[in-house]
């Protein structure tokens, strides 16, 4: 078996029954944030950590440049997306975050900050996120796929394994993204080493190449439940879902 999407679509991923449906809870909206930009504003799907004035603000397109300076500790960020459609970023993320609660996951779920310039979102992540590098991989993987979102529409699955070119990362690796959201979250494995490129923090190995072409046993032996947790299996085989 390659998949869950032939047997039980997204909205269904959860509860182990089919007549459950996800309620689409709206994303945390906390007050606007100002941002200061000393230079003009980023591209589309830019990444970039506060600074204390004067200093300015360095935003990166390379997840990889900018996975090297998240940590567990970290405040939130800012990421740059289309005019006017914060609310579909960050609803993207909410829906994604709602997936993995109902399967049983205690998570605090991430909430939200617009900002005065109309294409940039302040994201302040749930620590669920940031306790391994391999999830804040996935996450910024996540928030490129978010560019496409329409909430009048409820493209979310579309936005993560469909056509557009933002969701080949979370494509290629569909399987190991459809386990985590069945509440396989936790991550055994070597986790990725950091390199000094320079004066820059540079993560080479994320949550793609982690799990590109994995087949399924790899993808079940490094994405496991958390600890206390257990699953109740209704179907009796052997596949991604246990």
């Not at 409820?154 to 936005?159: A, I, K, V, Y």
Request: aromatic residues 14%.
């Amino acid at each position: 078996m390659h998949g869950l999407e032939n047997y039980l679509p997204i909205n269904h991923l959860v509860g182990w029954n089919s007549t459950i449906n996800l309620v689409n809870m709206p994303a945390k909206f906390l007050e606007s944030k100002t941002i200061n930009l000393i230079y003009n504003c980023p591209l589309i799907g830019y990444f970039a950590c506060d600074q204390e004035s004067p200093k300015p603000i360095i935003w990166d397109h390379c997840r990889e440049q900018f996975l090297g300076k998240m940590s567990l500790n970290m405040s939130g960020f800012y990421f740059s997306h289309h005019d006017f459609k914060s609310e579909n970023v960050a609803n993207f993320i909410a829906k994604f975050e709602e997936v993995i609660c109902m399967s049983g996951t205690t998570m605090q779920y991430s909430y939200f900050r617009r900002t005065d310039k109309i294409n940039i979102i302040w994201m302040t992540p749930s620590n669920f996120w940031l306790d391994c590098v391999l999830k804040r991989s996935l996450l910024t993987l996540l928030l490129r796929c978010s560019l496409n979102f329409d909430i009048k529409n409820q493209n979310f699955e579309d936005c993560l394994f469909g056509d557009y070119s933002e969701c080949r990362l979370a494509k290629e690796t569909k399987n190991a993204i459809i386990r985590f959201m069945f509440g396989f979250t936790k991550y055994q494995g070597f986790l990725p080493q950091v390199f000094m490129n320079g004066s820059s923090t540079l993560i080479r190995h994320g949550w793609h190449s982690e799990f590109v072409g994995a087949d399924l046993s790899v993808i079940k032996n490094k994405l496991i439940l958390p600890d206390c947790k257990k699953i109740i299996n209704n179907f009796g085989f052997s596949f991604l879902w246990n």
